[in-house]
C-alpha cells in the first residue's frame, strides 16, 4: 500500500521520454509529493527513484531535497540540470542498501525552488539463499487506486525474485486493448500510474503473466470496483 501527498498528473501516450525503455512510467508523475510511504517488510533495500522534468524548460524553476526516514539522501535535485538542460529526459537517483525497520518506507520531499516532482520509484529487496528460503507461497491482491475510477489509476506490487511480468488489458471479445507492463523486473516493490484514455464503459479482461505464463485473469467493469485474486509463489501484491 502506498500513501502521497501531491497531485498525480498523466501525459499523453505519444510524449517521448529520451532515455529510457520505460516510457510508460514517465508518461505520469506526482506533482509537489510532500510526502510518499510504502509499506514493506522489514530488511535492506537498493531504492531507484526516477524523473524527467515535462513542465519547466529552465534550470532555476525547480530545485528541491528529498528524505527517507528523517534522512536527507537527494541534495538539492535540479532534474534539468541533470538531465543536461533537456526536458522530457530521465535522472535516476540510486540510494543503495537502505534499511527498513518498522515496515514503512517513509518519503519526504522539501521544495527550496518550485515543486517537487516524482515519476517513479523501484525498490529492490536485497536478499540471501536464507531469507529466500523462508518466503512461503501465498495468495496475494491486486486493488487497484483510487478504487472505483475512471480512465486513470495506479498499481503498486512487489516481486520477491526477479520475473517477467505482463499486465494486459482485453474486451471480451478478444481484442487487446492495451499493455499496461511488459518487461522482466527485479525483486522489489513497484509503484507506476497508469491511464486508459478513450474506453468505454463495459467489462474488460484483465491478464496477469509470469514468466510467460498466465498467473490469472479477472473480468472487470472499468467503472467500478475490480480486484483479483491469484497465487503465485515467486509474486505478493501489496494491499491498496
Known amino acids: 500500500m502506498a500513501e502521497w501527498g501531491g497531485t498525480v498528473v498523466h501525459h499523453p501516450d505519444t510524449l517521448e521520454i529520451l532515455n529510457t525503455v520505460e516510457d510508460t512510467v514517465y508518461h505520469s508523475e506526482i506533482r509537489n509529493p510532500t510526502f510518499y510511504e510504502v509499506r514493506l517488510p522489514e530488511g535492506r533495500y537498493h531504492i531507484t527513484l526516477q524523473f524527467a522534468e515535462t513542465q519547466y524548460n ?43 525497520n518498522d515496515g514503512i518506507l517513509e518519503f519526504f520531499f522539501k521544495s527550496v525552488t518550485g515543486e517537487p516532482v516524482l515519476s517513479g520509484m523501484k525498490i529492490e529487496l536485497i536478499t540471501t539463499a536464507i531469507t529466500d528460503q523462508k518466503l512461503p507461497p501465498e495468495i496475494f491482491q491486486w486493488d487497484i487506486f483510487p478504487n472505483p475510477f475512471n480512465s486513470q489509476f495506479s498499481i503498486q506490487y512487489q516481486l520477491v525474485m526477479p520475473q517477467e511480468v505482463e499486465i494486459l488489458v482485453y474486451t471480451v471479445q478478444g481484442q487487446l486493448v492495451k499493455s499496461l507492463v511488459k518487461g522482466r523486473q527485479s525483486a522489489g516493490a513497484y509503484a507506476q500510474h497508469f491511464q486508459l484514455p478513450n474506453v468505454s464503459t463495459g467489462i474488460y479482461l484483465i491478464v496477469l503473466k509470469i514468466d510467460q505464463q498466465i498467473a490469472g485473469v479477472k473480468k472487470s467493469d472499468l467503472s467500478e470496483v475490480k480486484k483479483m485474486m491469484i497465487f503465485n509463489p515467486y509474486l505478493r501484491w501489496l494491499d491498496g
Open 58 to 100: 529552465s534550470p532555476s524553476s525547480r530545485v528541491f531535497d528529498i528524505f527517507a526516514e528523517n534522512q536527507l539522501i537527494i541534495d538539492n535535485l535540479n532534474i534539468f540540470v541533470e538531465a543536461g538542460l533537456k526536458m522530457n529526459t530521465t535522472v535516476e537517483k540510486v540510494i543503495s542498501d537502505f534499511e527498513v
